[in-house]
């Protein structure tokens, strides 16, 4: 955990990302420096110092926590709107931003008479750092439906989550008329920030589904590509997202029909659980075979690097990729599927075991796109009938609309659909 929480803070994107990294750089080379009796705690203890002072800003055209690089912890928690009326929700949504805001600046909770229930739970100590924390508000179908008078502004592409047919759904574990995905360089962070956000709403917002995630930063050097719990390097193959080309094509929605919606985004979340104990009785070929890349290096089975771009033109008949690789059909890297392509932003998953003493773990899947039925159903089409289907099982999740970002101080989530 000190390892990971060290390398956090070179993990979220701005200029208080990079003070934070360079603190844990001058801690480091102060530690080296100073007498013998300075230890490796003292270090670490000034590296989670520094990541807990990251912030990434609130307010802008677009929300933070989707263009922003994968924090070490995420919280997906999808919730059912139960405000009695129009009003009544929009003050919810009111209410979230607030918080929202507070808790992603960093703020010292209000003094409270010890009698009473105090402002915040305390668990983060008596100043809540920022911590890179990202509050990233998005709705779903269902909000749209007759309670709120909201049906004629649903954009056309907002839909709910279909069974697709690997799928064994849950329904307790599936869709929701709003979802909030709370990311930060601690799980702890996460956590103070879900209660909260979820004490001041009550009257507005029930859980649905709720998924604590995490995103351990690579072993193999700062920057290295992160694993997923198939061991498999997880992400190389993103769309690069600081480019605003690449995010105004695959990324930000503008949907006709919809004007309020321009500057979000939809999201799709798949809750997919990994079969790790079958997975781990496969040969590494054969691993490899369903997935098409190196296990160790993340190379392509056809390169040398991972960041090698497959040959498929130069292997049609699929003798060193094989045709059904994971790789392949995601991505065919053709030009009429780059408009397919997508963001992927997922946390790995770990909750003990079932039933039948096997290991409940695998991805949240999650992943960003200005067209869910241009980009990720198409790429879910090609997977249909993988091989690598024997070993996950998608069972909840659901679409949402990522709501444009929240401008100013005097602005709120969702606050053009709703006014």
Same mark, same amino acid.
């Given at each position: 955990?000190?390892?990971?929480?060290?390398?956090?803070?070179?993990?979220?994107?701005? !200029?208080?990302?990079?003070?934070?990294?360079?603190?844990?750089?001058?801690?480091?080379?102060?530690? @080296?420096?100073? @007498?013998?009796?300075?230890?490796?705690?003292?270090? &670490?203890?000034?590296?989670?110092?520094?990541?807990?002072?990251?912030?990434?800003?609130?307010? %802008?055209?677009?929300?933070?926590? &989707?263009?922003?690089?994968?924090?070490?912890?995420?919280?997906?928690?999808?919730?059912?709107? $139960?405000?009695?009326?129009?009003?009544?929700?929009?003050?919810? /949504?009111?209410?979230? =931003?607030?918080?929202?805001?507070? !808790?992603?600046?960093? /703020?010292?909770?209000?003094?409270?008479?010890?009698?009473?229930?105090?402002?915040?739970?305390?668990?983060?100590?008596?100043?809540?750092?920022?911590?890179?924390? =990202?509050?990233?508000? %998005?709705?779903?179908?269902?909000?749209?439906? @007759?309670?709120?008078?909201? %049906?004629?502004?649903?954009?056309?592409?907002?839909?709910?989550?279909?069974?697709?047919?690997?799928?064994?759904?849950?329904?307790?574990?599936?869709?929701?008329?709003?979802?909030?995905?709370?990311?930060?360089?601690? #799980?702890?962070?996460?956590?103070?920030?879900?209660?909260?956000?979820?004490? +001041?709403?009550?009257?507005?917002?029930?859980?649905?589904?709720?998924?604590?995630?995490?995103?351990?930063?690579?072993?193999?050097?700062?920057?290295?590509?992160?694993?997923?719990?198939?061991?498999?390097?997880?992400?190389? !193959?993103?769309?690069?997202?600081?480019?605003?080309?690449?995010?105004?094509?695959? $990324?930000?929605?503008?949907?006709?029909?919809?004007?309020?919606?321009?500057?979000?985004?939809?999201?799709?979340?798949?809750?997919?659980?990994?079969?790790?104990?079958?997975?781990?009785? &496969? *040969?590494?070929?054969?691993?490899?075979?369903?997935?098409?890349?190196?296990?160790?290096?993340?190379?392509?089975?056809?390169?040398?690097?991972?960041?090698?771009?497959?040959?498929?033109?130069?292997?049609?008949?699929?003798?060193?990729?094989?045709?059904?690789?994971?790789?392949?059909?995601?991505?065919?890297?053709?030009?009429? =599927?780059?408009? *397919?392509? $997508?963001?992927? +932003?997922?946390?790995?998953?770990?909750?003990?075991?079932?039933?039948?003493?096997?290991?409940?773990?695998?991805? $949240?899947? *999650?992943?960003?796109?200005?067209?869910?039925?241009?980009?990720?159903? #198409?790429?879910?089409?090609?997977?249909? %009938?993988?091989?690598?289907?024997?070993?996950?099982?998608?069972?909840?999740?659901?679409?949402? /609309? &990522?709501?444009?970002?929240?401008?100013?101080?005097?602005?709120?989530?969702? @606050?053009?659909?709703?006014?």
């Amino acid at each position: 955990m000190s390892r990971r929480r060290l390398l956090a803070g070179g993990l979220v994107g701005g !200029a208080a990302a990079v003070t934070g990294s360079l603190a844990v750089s001058a801690a480091r080379s102060s530690a @080296s420096a100073s @007498s013998a009796g300075a230890s490796a705690d003292h270090v &670490v203890e000034t590296g989670i110092v520094a990541a807990a002072h990251d912030t990434v800003p609130f307010h %802008g055209a677009h929300q933070a926590g &989707v263009l922003t690089p994968p924090q070490a912890a995420g919280v997906f928690v999808a919730l059912d709107a $139960i405000a009695p009326d129009r009003a009544s929700l929009a003050q919810g /949504f009111r209410t979230l =931003t607030a918080r929202a805001r507070i !808790a992603a600046a960093g /703020f010292t909770p209000t003094p409270t008479p010890r009698s009473q229930p105090q402002d915040d739970s305390g668990i983060l100590g008596p100043v809540v750092p920022p911590d890179g924390l =990202t509050v990233t508000v %998005g709705v779903g179908a269902s909000l749209f439906d @007759s309670r709120y008078g909201l %049906g004629h502004l649903r954009p056309a592409g907002l839909t709910m989550m279909p069974v697709f047919p690997n799928d064994r759904i849950d329904p307790a574990q599936v869709h929701g008329d709003v979802l909030v995905q709370l990311c930060a360089n601690s #799980v702890d962070t996460c956590l103070r920030a879900l209660r909260d956000l979820l004490r +001041r709403t009550r009257g507005a917002f029930a859980v649905r589904w709720l998924m604590e995630g995490f995103h351990t930063p690579s072993k193999e050097g700062v920057g290295a590509t992160g694993r997923n719990l198939l061991g498999f390097k997880d992400g190389t !193959a993103n769309p690069v997202r600081e480019d605003p080309q690449v995010a105004d094509t695959l $990324i930000w929605s503008q949907p006709a029909d919809a004007p309020w919606a321009e500057g979000g985004t939809y999201q799709v979340v798949r809750l997919i659980r990994m079969l790790v104990e079958f997975w781990d009785r &496969v *040969s590494l070929s054969e691993q490899e075979g369903m997935i098409g890349r190196r296990r160790d290096t993340g190379a392509p089975l056809d390169g040398n690097g991972e960041f090698d771009t497959p040959g498929y033109s130069r292997d049609p008949a699929g003798d060193v990729i094989p045709l059904s690789a994971h790789i392949r059909l995601a991505n065919p890297r053709q030009a009429t =599927t780059d408009a *397919s392509r $997508i963001l992927r +932003r997922g946390y790995s998953y770990s909750r003990g075991f079932d039933t039948a003493g096997n290991l409940d773990m695998g991805l $949240i899947f *999650s992943c960003f796109n200005a067209d869910v039925h241009r980009q990720f159903e #198409v790429v879910q089409g090609r997977l249909d %009938g993988e091989p690598l289907e024997d070993y996950v099982k998608p069972f909840g999740g659901g679409y949402f /609309f &990522v709501l444009p970002g929240v401008r100013g101080p005097n602005d709120w989530y969702a @606050s053009a659909l709703l006014s």
